[in-house]
């Protein structure tokens, strides 16, 4: 066998390539060559080429502003150091922390890219294949060449092959040649040598997407020898764009940074002019102290922990949603899921269970009733007009007719594996095939005796199928009489929405015979429909046609016309039991939800209102009405519309438009290759795992891996869980910040010499103190009125709903607190019988800003409970946090190298306590603000 590596296997005719390949093209490969296969060629991957090299994650790590201005910072201390013949210790320790932070920053952010290689590998396509004469899916890394792969709409195309049968296939080939309209694909034909990649009608090509249609074909090259392989590697990935808060929060840091830099400007020349006999002058002598000042102010009011804290809490974040089942694509979507005011959700499968079981059939002028449950083909027919079991269905010949075509029109497998039945493929069409073999039909058999030669494949917008089989030697009784006079070669099965179906049928089997289809029966059978529908059942309604010749392809509006009904088959899809809840959830958080569904409206309504989406009286807004309206007009329908039924896809996206243009911010549901432009267009768009197309996956912002709409619920209550988050520890962080800096802005202003705190102090604080609790801050659990409460604007700022002036009130209390304390530690240390080291205030000082911020850290956990009403097990991180770090704090003072290190003086027990004591009045404080706020509230 040749690899092919010139790749001209649009020049070899389909049996060639077969030998070639020494494949089979119903059987495919044998285990055993699958194998050796895979030892030959290796998986069928591409080598990541793409991303950053880890040399451009580290280098990124310092083109942070901040930390731009830190390097300033230690360059300028270290400068003045050297000057006055002092050890540059400051400079060191800042740039220690600068590349600390760096490494730290590169490990964090190497580590998040694996995390979202390893959630790629979560949500890798699956890819249809025959081997061993068995359909089964299988990883698309595990595809070789020689490989019978089977495509429908919707896949994006794992490996290059040869087309062996299409049928329909229109190909979007843009990743490949960049054009953007798909192609129509040919099975065959040859084609000559220098046909260029987009004339090669033949093969399909790894990365490029089935939009319509269905085919099988033989793989020809894999992993690195595929085109895309070969024009290196564009690969599909999990993309990191910065959320809006990262954004927000990058504006934060030049706002802080140029703030920063205004404080030097100010505090120097502002420091140094004096007024001397009426004339301003420049008093230079106290440049060097001032400049001292001012760069221990700019350290401290940059947050250099903030964006540390805020990455880990989003990466917790996505880790928490992929345990309740939801799976991040786009990062933005962890924060923004928290805002969701409305869910638009599709029915079959998120709402419901997705496993059909066949209830009703509806066939000439028989009722009949199917027992037995799941896929498994045991159950009973009953007549329900006679109430009889039905045991021969040569009695009901147009029954035994619509069972055939329930298991002939059909592209799923039913399987009996380890002691259960189960499908591949639709559901739906695998409830028909369990039905079929509740009667003995087995869709093997009858597609050896009706063999497929063509088919108008599915889609969301046509509603219906069919499949066009052979009927060689079948005589006039075949199941499917014909016309008086027809000599028919070729039958056509369709199956599809009934409405549209009966529309197209100007004639019915009755018995053995074909009759004209009156008005009456056509009422007959809608009413059925109607009644079927409205006890929540899905209804399928069947047809067939009789050819001479098999119809052209592309001709399925013309072909499906003047078609002869069968009757109508009804199956039940339960809602799933946790929906129920889930909408009570969503009506408590401010969230409406929508069902859109390409179903019946009487089935989505019934299904609706038991799950409590829609109540008695409420409307429901069709496909065919919704065509009708203009955007305007339907902008202000959509308020009002909570069900919305035999939609095509298009109008999902007119529908996200018009909720959106209302100011709502909408998340969606979508399955199907034609839903990506309303995932796309929606503030989150939501694929389904299981059974949604590789397209829909890749527009999507986060993926259902179990499909269920409780899910979706779960993951808004985390993104929410999330924000809060992210918002209490910005407040503790940034509220002790400008403690900070007004306390050392107050020192020379009151005529204390020197600064309190060094630059690597404020470091040690901002990095450590304030750093280690905020990170437990983040893992902190849910408030329980998470979703008793309206969804917060995602473009609210971030300093909305009184956190701004949280933050200075707060902020102001820390630096009273501070300098009542630092005036009252100044005098003391400068008293007369004093006997320690007269700088010993700056360490109380220093002392008690990180102290008061363990109690900070405490007090913040709620905005409402007080922390004795607090479980403190709920969150045992803070309370580990406030220990360890008091700890640290304490070593910084006890332990003599580390006090030679950070500047630190020993303090004494007295004056210890009187650090903890001015330290505990800010718990204190926000304690009693949650108190007043409490009466306040009640008083009102
Ligand atoms: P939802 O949009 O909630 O997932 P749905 O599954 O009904 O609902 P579609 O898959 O777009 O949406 O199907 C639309 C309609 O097409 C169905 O209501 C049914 O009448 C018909 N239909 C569904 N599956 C098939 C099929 N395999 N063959 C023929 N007709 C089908």
């Excluded at 059939?361 to 009733?369: F, L, Y």
């Excluded at 499949?467 to 499917?480: A, M, T, W, Y």
Aim: overall charge negative; charged content about 20%.
């Amino acid at each position: 066998m040749s690899s092919n590596p010139l790749s001209s296997w649009h020049t070899v005719a389909i049996d060639k390539t077969l030998k070639e390949l020494s494949s089979n093209k119903d059987a495919g490969l044998s285990s055993q060559q699958v194998s050796e296969r895979l030892q030959q060629y290796g998986p069928n991957e591409l080598e990541e080429t793409g991303g950053r090299s880890p040399w451009s994650i580290f280098i990124d790590q310092f083109t942070n502003i901040m930390l731009l201005m830190l390097m300033g910072v230690a360059i300028i201390s270290g400068f003045l150091d050297l000057k006055s013949n002092t050890f540059p210790k400051d400079a060191i320790a800042i740039f220690a922390i600068v590349i600390l932070n760096g490494i730290l920053g590169y490990l964090q952010e190497s580590k998040a890219e694996k995390a979202l290689a390893a959630l790629k590998n979560l949500s890798s396509p699956l890819v249809r294949v025959v081997r061993d004469g068995k359909t089964s899916e299988i990883a698309a890394k595990d595809v070789v060449p020689g490989d019978i792969m089977l495509l429908e709409a919707g896949v994006k195309i794992a490996a290059d092959a040869r087309l062996i049968e299409a049928s329909n296939l229109q190909v979007r080939e843009s990743a490949l040649t960049g054009e953007a309209l798909p192609v129509t694909k040919q099975a065959e034909i040859e084609l000559a040598a220098d046909a260029s990649l987009g004339d090669r009608l033949n093969l399909i090509f790894q990365g490029t997407e089935v939009v319509q249609g269905r085919a099988k074909s033989i793989v020809t090259n894999t992993g690195m020898q595929t085109e895309l392989g070969k024009i290196a590697a564009m690969i599909q990935s999990v993309e990191t764009e910065p959320t809006p808060l990262q954004k927000r929060m990058g504006q934060l840091a030049n706002v802080l940074v140029s703030g920063a830099m205004i404080l030097v400007l100010i505090v120097v020349i502002g420091g140094m002019i004096s007024f001397q006999n009426g004339n301003i002058g420049f008093d230079t002598s106290r440049f060097e102290e001032l400049l001292k000042v001012s760069l221990s102010m700019a350290v401290a009011v940059v947050p250099e922990g903030l964006s540390a804290v805020v990455t880990v809490t989003l990466a917790l974040g996505t880790k928490r949603m992929v345990k309740r089942n939801a799976l991040i694509r786009k990062l933005p979507a962890v924060e923004t899921l928290g805002s969701v005011t409305t869910i638009c959700s599709d029915k079959t499968g998120t709402l419901t269970q997705n496993k059909m079981v066949v209830q009703r059939v509806h066939a000439g002028n028989s009722d009949v009733r199917i027992g037995g449950e799941g896929y498994a083909p045991i159950g009973i027919f009953t007549d329900r007009q006679k109430s009889t079991q039905i045991n021969n269905l040569e009695e009901y010949p147009e029954l035994e007719s619509l069972l055939i075509a329930c298991a002939v029109c059909n592209d799923a497998f039913l399987q009996h594996e380890q002691q259960e039945w189960t499908i591949l493929g639709d559901p739906t069409e695998g409830a028909l095939l369990s039905l079929a073999a509740k009667a003995g039909i087995y869709k093997d058999i009858q597609s050896q005796l009706l063999p497929r030669t063509a088919e108008f494949p599915f889609s969301s917008e046509r509603k219906r199928m069919s499949v066009i089989c052979e009927l060689p030697g079948r005589s006039h009784n075949s199941g499917f009489p014909a016309h008086e006079g027809q000599q028919p070669n070729h039958l056509m099965l369709t199956k599809g929405s009934p409405e549209l179906t009966l529309e197209r049928c100007n004639w019915i089997i009755i018995g053995d015979r074909v009759q004209p289809l009156t008005q009456e029966m056509r009422d007959r059978i809608l009413a059925e429909n109607n009644d079927m529908a409205s006890s929540g059942l899905r209804v399928l309604g069947f047809a067939y046609k009789l050819w001479e010749t098999v119809p052209p392809s592309d001709s399925e509006e013309t072909s499906e016309q003047d078609m002869i009904w069968l009757g109508l088959v009804s199956m039940l899809d339960a809602p799933r039991p946790e929906v129920r809840e889930a909408v009570v959830k969503c009506r408590d958080a401010g969230i409406r939800v929508v069902m859109i569904t390409g179903d019946h409206q009487l089935t989505a309504k019934a299904i609706a209102q038991d799950l409590g989406i829609a109540s008695l009286g409420d409307r429901v807004l069709i496909g065919q009405e919704l065509e009708n309206l203009s955007q305007e007009e339907l902008k202000q329908q959509v308020d009002q519309v909570s069900v919305y039924a035999r939609v095509s896809p298009e109008h999902k996206l007119r529908i996200v438009q018009a909720l959106q243009s209302l100011g709502k911010f909408v998340a969606m549901t979508g399955d199907g290759v034609n839903d990506a432009p309303a995932l796309k267009q929606a503030d989150i768009g939501i694929a389904m795992g299981i059974t949604g197309t590789d397209v829909s996956k890749e527009a999507s912002d986060m993926v259902l891996l179990d499909d269920n709409f409780a899910t979706i619920v779960a993951a808004a209550e985390e993104g929410r869980v999330v924000y809060t988050n992210i918002r209490r520890f910005i407040k503790y962080i940034l509220g002790s910040n400008i403690g900070e800096v007004l306390t050392i802005a107050a020192a020379p202003l009151m005529g204390l010499g020197g600064v309190p705190l060094t630059p690597l102090q404020i470091l040690w604080m901002n990095l450590v103190t304030d750093g280690v609790p905020a990170l437990a801050l983040a893992v902190e659990p849910a408030e329980p009125n998470v979703m008793k409460r309206p969804p917060f604007s995602p473009r609210e700022s971030i300093f909305a709903r009184g956190m701004g002036s949280y933050m200075i009130r707060i902020g102001i209390i820390f630096a009273i607190l501070t300098i009542a304390m630092m005036s009252w530690a100044y005098g003391y240390t400068h008293g007369a019988t004093y006997q320690g080291d007269p700088n010993t205030w700056k360490t109380m000082v220093f002392t008690t800003l990180c102290l008061a911020q363990m109690g900070h850290a405490i007090a913040i956990r709620s905005n409402t409970q007080l922390t004795i009403e607090l479980n403190p097990f709920t969150n045992i991180f803070v309370w580990g946090a406030v220990i360890v770090t008091t700890f640290l704090q304490l070593m910084l003072i006890y332990v003599p190298p580390l006090r030679a290190f950070f500047g630190t003086h020993y303090l004494s027990l007295f004056e210890l306590m009187v650090c903890f004591g001015f330290s505990a009045l800010m718990f204190i404080w926000i304690e009693m603000e949650k108190l007043f706020i409490r009466f306040y509230k009640r008083s009102r």
